[in-house]
């Protein structure tokens, strides 16, 4: 059998290396190693509360929420064919990258928000940065696949964020997403995470085919929430009912993952027959949105 022709991905060489082989981009050019991160130097305005990232951390990974929302971008992934690597733009603490890199993908996590990044790193994401995208300046089409998973609802304007991504990204990439789903499930919590907006399945493919890419699939997830999420949040911020932040905070933390175990085991078992269920049959509803897209 004739030999196959060598690719960096058959190499298995660090996103790094590959931009600098293929493109003469160095990452040493735009950001500084400081502490297991790669750091650029211009700090970034991030909508988020520092409280939240650090609390948010003790508890990933051990909620029913993250472990069952890094289970359907899995999926999807390999419906759609693996990337040879991803990157993740606006990447947190980095449970998504971690989730993924144990899966045996190559991820690059970029998180505006330093201590983010640092946590990243602490997690055991190899390629953690501390930078916006369009700080990086890489090159045109550059990039195999990209995620951001609950970062739109994040900016106040997402066309100059997608017009980056769009540019990044090789012709015949895959973006993954995920975002809040449905306005009516507005509530104090949006606000206390600085959250501008919740999207539907069609306004998610609007805004992503506006900025040049093509829908593949949509679904809503985690369908069995959407009830208790609209009495415990919803429907108090609707009657004019208003908490301090830090009370708000506590009460996300504890309905993401719950004190008794019985709860989260419960909850887990009733999420993990959704995801069998939605299989073969896409959810028309739930608390959030999770869609994949080609860059034609």
Request: proline fraction near 6%; hydrophobic fraction near 45%.
């Amino acid at each position: 059998m004739a030999d196959q022709p060598i690719t960096w991905e058959r190499m298995r060489v660090s996103e790094f290396e590959r931009l600098e082989r293929e493109s003469c981009w160095r990452i040493g050019e735009h950001a500084r190693w400081v502490e297991s991160v790669w750091t650029v130097e211009a700090s970034a305005e991030v909508s988020y509360p520092d409280e939240a990232r650090a609390a948010l951390a003790e508890i990933e990974a051990r909620s029913f929420w993250f472990r069952h929302r890094n289970k359907v971008i899995q999926r999807l992934l390999d419906w759609h064919g693996r990337p040879a690597a991803l990157w993740e733009i606006g990447s947190g603490n980095g449970f998504v990258a971690w989730s993924l890199q144990q899966q045996g993908l190559e991820v690059v996590a970029v998180e505006p928000g330093a201590e983010g990044a640092r946590l990243a790193a602490k997690r055991g994401v190899k390629h953690s940065v501390a930078a916006l995208l369009e700080q990086l300046r890489l090159p045109v089409s550059s990039l195999p696949a990209l995620g951001f998973f609950d970062v739109l609802e994040h900016l106040h304007e997402t066309a100059p964020f997608l017009r980056e991504c769009h540019r990044v990204l090789k012709p015949g990439g895959l973006v993954v997403v995920t975002v809040p789903a449905h306005p009516f499930l507005w509530s104090q919590a949006d606000l206390d995470a600085g959250h501008y907006r919740r999207y539907t399945r069609r306004t998610l493919d609007d805004v992503m085919r506006a900025a040049g890419f093509k829908p593949l699939r949509s679904a809503y997830m985690m369908m069995s929430l959407w009830v208790p999420l609209f009495l415990l949040r919803a429907l108090p911020y609707r009657m004019g009912r208003r908490k301090p932040k830090e009370e708000n905070l506590k009460a996300a933390l504890v309905h993401l993952a719950p004190t008794q175990g019985l709860a989260t085991a419960f909850l887990s078992a009733v999420l993990a027959v959704e995801f069998f269920i939605s299989r073969w049959l896409p959810l028309t509803w739930g608390t959030s949105v999770v869609a994949v897209y080609l860059k034609p």
